[in-house]
Nanobody
Framework: HVQLVESGGGSVQTGGSARLSCTTS????????MAWSRQAPGKEREEVAR???????DYAESVKGRASISVDSAKNTFQLQMNSLKPEDTAVYYC????????????????WGQGTQVTVS
């Protein structure tokens, strides 16, 4: 049973930083693509960062230059570092992982975490 658990959310002052972590379990092997999304009240879920399981990371324009996704394979975790936080970054942040086969990320296999709240004021 695949499970993802986020941690590291909380209240942050404008201009501050937050480091979110996603701990994965239940994967039996293979490579994965990883992503962070967020959902603010009344808005649709927005993917803010993605790592393709190899060496490429992409970021939404809304966080580009302020966000960084990283992976600690030894600990089965991946992180999202967010700097220069703004009130509009307030949202529930979700981590997700997709199976990666032959260089392709299969979103149909996506597993989600339960979300962690980040509030910037």
């Amino acid at each position: 049973h695949v499970q993802l658990v986020e941690s590291g959310g909380g209240s942050v002052q404008t201009g501050g930083s937050a480091r979110l972590s996603c701990t994965t379990s239940g994967y039996t092997g293979g490579r994965h693509c990883m992503a962070w999304s967020r959902q603010a009240p009344g808005k649709e879920r927005e993917e803010v960062a993605r790592f393709d399981g190899d060496r490429n990371a992409d970021y939404a324009e809304s966080v580009k230059g302020r966000a960084s996704i990283s992976v600690d394979s030894a600990k089965n975790t991946f992180q999202l570092q967010m700097n220069s936080l703004k009130p509009e970054d307030t949202a529930v942040y979700y981590c997700a992982a997709d199976r990666r086969v032959g260089g392709i990320c299969y979103e149909s296999s996506r597993a989600w975490g339960q979300g962690t709240q980040v509030t910037v004021s």
